[in-house]
Structures are given as C-alpha cells and as structure tokens.
C-alpha cells in the first residue's frame, strides 16, 4: 500500500502543533482583549457563495465538487467568506459586529515553499463600521498579535487603493476603466516581478512602458506615514485623507513602525479601501504573514449593503516558520523522576497532581536509573525535573532543577503544585 500523502498535504508532527497552539492561544487572548466574538464557520459552502468574492476563475484554485445530492460545493479557501455570509444572513445583530475565527483551509495552489494545499488561519473581521477606526482596530490587533508570539523584527505595510486610482486616473489621464485596473494589477505584482517582466506583460493590454514606468515610481512611494502624506498633498490626491487619519490613530495607539507603500494595493476585485501587509523583515522569503484591508462589496453582493467591512488574515503554518519552526517554549512542563523504585507510587501521586492543575507531567520510567530519568526528560524537552529522594520526601524538599539553565532550587513537597499554576 502506497502510505504517501496527497500532493499539498502533510501530516503536524507534535513539535510544529505544539508551535500552532501557542500562536492559537495568543489569538484567542488578544481577540478577547479586543472585544471579538470567537466563532467557525462551517467548512463546505455553495459553489455560489465561494465564487461570490473572486468570481468563476476561484473553481480552478479550491476543492470543488458535486456531493451526492448533485449540489455544487466547495471546501473553504479562507475564513472571510463563510464569516461575511452568516453575517449577512442574520439581520437581528447590532452593528458594530467583530468577529474572529481560526481553522483549517483549502486551496488547489501549487505547493511550493510556506505554501500548502491544506492550512490553518486566524482571522478578524468588522461588520457596520465604515470608519477608519475600524480599519486601525484590525492593525492594532495584529501588530500587538505579532508582539505576543514573539516575532522580534517585523514591519506594518499600508496602501490605500482608492489613492493609487485617484493618481492613475488624476495625475495620469487614464480615463478608460479597463486599462485603470490592469495598471493596478500591474502595481500589485511589483514584488514579484521585474519592470521588464511587467512591461512584457502588460504591453499587450494597452499598458506602455512609459505609462508603467511612471506608475511603479509611484508606487515606489513608501516610508514613514508623516513623510508619505506630505508627498500626498504635494500631488494633490484629495482620496488620501484616510491614510492621514489611519496615521493619527496608529499614533494614538502606540504603534511603532509603521510604513506607507504605495505598491500594497492587494486583491482588487476584492479590497475597496485601505489596505496593509505584515512581513518579518528577517524572513521576507515568507512573503506576507498576514495581510487585509477594507472590502466593502463582499456584502453588498449578499445583499446588505448596509454592513461595509474590513478585516484580516494569518497564515499560521508562516509565522511559524518566521518564530524558528521548532517546539514551544513551555515553562510549565515537569518530569517527575525518583531515585530508588520504592517511591515511584509517591511520585505518581505528585505526577497526578500536577495534572489535574492542568500542567503537563510526565512520570519516569519504572525500572530506569536516575540519570536515564534524567535524559528521558532532556530528550523529551521537559524544561523542568522534580527529584524524588527518600532524604527530600524526610525533609519535606523536593530538589527542582530547570533543564535549560542546570541550575536547581528546592520546593516543598505540597508546594510543587502551586510552584507551576498560573
């Protein structure tokens, strides 16, 4: 029997879930200190709502399928989508509405590096709030997300489509819409392409070098937001006065950092308005790390106009790639060993303990030696020991040593518990 995996698919070794956990529970904790609801939506969809964000071309890219019924179904290739259709369908919530998700996607891409066909992401959205607030909000978060896991160097990337249409159309005459698009596609590929592997492309659809040349200096256009809105004005763009709000409330709320570039423009059948990336400036082989804006006609086309929102999404599998890859720091995990067979009962009573707290325990093996104990807990990345001694069970002291650093300090007996709750 052939044991190997569907192309894309790959088994999540103890290590690497372990590395998806904290990055989960840091989601959750700061989706909660921001005030979102934590919900799934489910994972199959009508063919009809997946094609409502990109259009018939999606088929190609996701799972799609007819079920036995003869329905028309797709496996979910983002968050956003089922999100914004429940959203849509239930009339009776108050907006405001901020919602976040995390769970497992598909999409038929080709596999390549930080690339998979099955893979997990977070995700927040606001509903009802077309304020540039709202669009801080989801920066905010993510910024402070990213702060939380860990990541040490990374940077905050925001454009705005509506200013680079105003110039192309503005400063640059471009009346026809059709050819206003496809410069903007071609600005969205800037960062994976050269400008004469852009004019070779584009040439063909009306765009001239001159004209694209003319486009990627501005789109060349990044920097500090203060810098970057001078330069705005300077050129006359009325539409980049969301930028110059979306800077004073960044500045408010202590972030650091951030950069406006004009070659972020994102989905453009898709986002409306302000747009941002994340990138590991150590890492920028990762591509973004998670990526949103504001994406107004995703509800219109279900029908409620009335909801305008903006969100973003993670790639979990690439932030931690970005955090090292390997297994999660845990602070809390013990290795009860003992030093004569007699007291593994004694010990098991402590392993027992330690788990009903919650904390993850393990006890030596019976029949092993100390010092084999003691390399089971090293190999198993235990980063604490508990040592088990008949003199330490007389003195009421059990001896604790730390794994990474050798170093050891003593705990009572009925202490160890509460030496590692939170």
């Given at each position: 029997?052939?044991?190997?995996?569907?192309?894309?698919?790959?088994?999540?070794?103890?290590?690497?879930?372990?590395?998806h956990?904290k990055?989960?529970?840091?989601?959750?904790?700061?989706?909660?200190?921001?005030?979102?609801?934590l919900?799934?939506?489910?994972?199959?969809?009508?063919?009809?709502i997946?094609?409502?964000?990109?259009?018939?071309q999606?088929d190609?890219?996701i799972?799609?399928?007819?079920?036995?019924?003869?329905?028309?179904l797709?496996l979910?290739?983002?968050?956003?989508?089922?999100?914004?259709?429940?959203v849509?369908?239930?009339?009776?919530?108050?907006?405001?509405?901020?919602?976040?998700s995390?769970?497992?996607?598909?999409?038929?891409d080709?596999?390549?590096?930080a690339?998979?066909?099955?893979?997990?992401q977070?995700?927040?959205?606001?509903?009802?709030?077309?304020?540039?607030e709202?669009?801080?909000e989801?920066?905010?978060?993510?910024?402070n997300?990213?702060?939380?896991?860990?990541?040490?160097?990374?940077?905050?990337?925001i454009?705005?489509?509506?200013?680079?249409?105003?110039?192309?159309?503005?400063?640059?005459?471009?009346?026809?819409?059709e050819?206003?698009?496809?410069?903007?596609?071609?600005?969205?590929?800037?960062?994976?392409?050269?400008?004469?592997?852009?004019?070779?492309?584009?040439?063909?659809?009306g765009?001239?070098?001159?004209?694209?040349?003319?486009?990627?200096?501005?789109?060349?256009t990044?920097?500090?937001?203060?810098?970057?809105?001078?330069?705005?004005?300077?050129?006359?763009?009325?539409?980049?006065?969301?930028?110059a709000?979306?800077?004073?409330?960044?500045?408010?709320?202590?972030i650091q950092?951030?950069?406006y570039?004009?070659s972020?423009?994102?989905?453009?059948?898709?986002?409306?308005?302000?747009?941002?990336?994340?990138?590991?400036r150590?890492?920028?082989?990762?591509?973004?790390?998670c990526?949103?804006?504001?994406?107004?006609?995703?509800?219109?086309?279900?029908g409620?106009?009335d909801l305008?929102?903006?969100?973003?999404?993670?790639?979990?599998?690439?932030?931690?790639l970005?955090?090292?890859?390997?297994?999660?720091?845990?602070?809390e995990?013990?290795?009860?060993a003992?030093?004569?067979?007699?007291?593994a009962?004694k010990?098991?009573?402590?392993?027992?303990?330690?788990r009903?707290?919650?904390?993850?325990?393990?006890?030596?093996?019976?029949?092993?030696?100390?010092?084999?104990?003691?390399?089971?807990?090293?190999?198993?990345?235990?980063s604490?020991v508990?040592?088990?001694?008949?003199?330490?069970?007389?003195?009421?002291?059990?001896?604790l040593?730390?794994?990474?650093?050798?170093?050891?300090?003593?705990v009572?007996?009925?202490?160890l518990?509460?030496?590692?709750?939170?």
């Amino acid at each position: 029997m052939d044991l190997s995996q569907p192309r894309g698919i790959r088994d999540i070794g103890p290590d690497e879930f372990d590395l998806h956990l904290k990055i989960r529970r840091a989601f959750e904790d700061v989706a909660r200190a921001y005030n979102f609801r934590l919900m799934e939506p489910g994972p199959l969809e009508s063919l009809a709502i997946l094609r409502a964000k990109s259009g018939a071309q999606v088929d190609e890219q996701i799972y799609a399928f007819k079920d036995k019924g003869g329905r028309d179904l797709g496996l979910r290739f983002d968050l956003t989508v089922g999100m914004t259709r429940g959203v849509s369908s239930n009339k009776g919530v108050k907006p405001p509405i901020k919602l976040a998700s995390y769970g497992g996607v598909w999409r038929y891409d080709e596999p390549q590096h930080a690339r998979y066909r099955w893979f997990y992401q977070w995700d927040v959205e606001i509903f009802g709030d077309n304020g540039v607030e709202s669009d801080a909000e989801v920066m905010d978060l993510c910024y402070n997300l990213f702060k939380k896991v860990g990541l040490q160097d990374f940077s905050l990337e925001i454009g705005d489509r509506r200013v680079v249409e105003e110039y192309v159309r503005k400063s640059m005459g471009v009346a026809s819409d059709e050819k206003a698009l496809e410069m903007m596609r071609a600005l969205d590929k800037v960062q994976k392409k050269t400008e004469e592997e852009l004019v070779e492309e584009y040439s063909g659809k009306g765009v001239g070098r001159e004209a694209l040349s003319e486009l990627l200096r501005f789109g060349r256009t990044r920097g500090p937001p203060d810098a970057v809105c001078a330069r705005l004005d300077e050129l006359g763009l009325s539409s980049a006065g969301g930028l110059a709000s979306l800077r004073d409330s960044l500045r408010s709320r202590g972030i650091q950092g951030a950069e406006y570039n004009l070659s972020i423009v994102r989905g453009l059948d898709y986002y409306t308005g302000i747009v941002f990336e994340v990138v590991d400036r150590r890492r920028p082989d990762l591509g973004s790390l998670c990526g949103g804006g504001r994406y107004d006609a995703l509800p219109k086309l279900f029908g409620r106009p009335d909801l305008p929102a903006t969100g973003a999404a993670g790639g979990v599998e690439r932030i931690a790639l970005s955090l090292g890859g390997g297994a999660a720091a845990d602070t809390e995990s013990v290795y009860v060993a003992y030093t004569e067979p007699a007291l593994a009962d004694k010990s098991l009573q402590m392993v027992s303990a330690l788990r009903g707290a919650g904390i993850r325990s393990e006890l030596g093996a019976r029949g092993r030696s100390l010092g084999k104990q003691l390399e089971d807990a090293s190999s198993r990345r235990f980063s604490w020991v508990a040592i088990v001694g008949r003199r330490e069970l007389e003195s009421g002291q059990l001896v604790l040593r730390n794994m990474r650093t050798r170093e050891e300090e003593k705990v009572p007996v009925d202490g160890l518990v509460a030496r590692f709750e939170r």
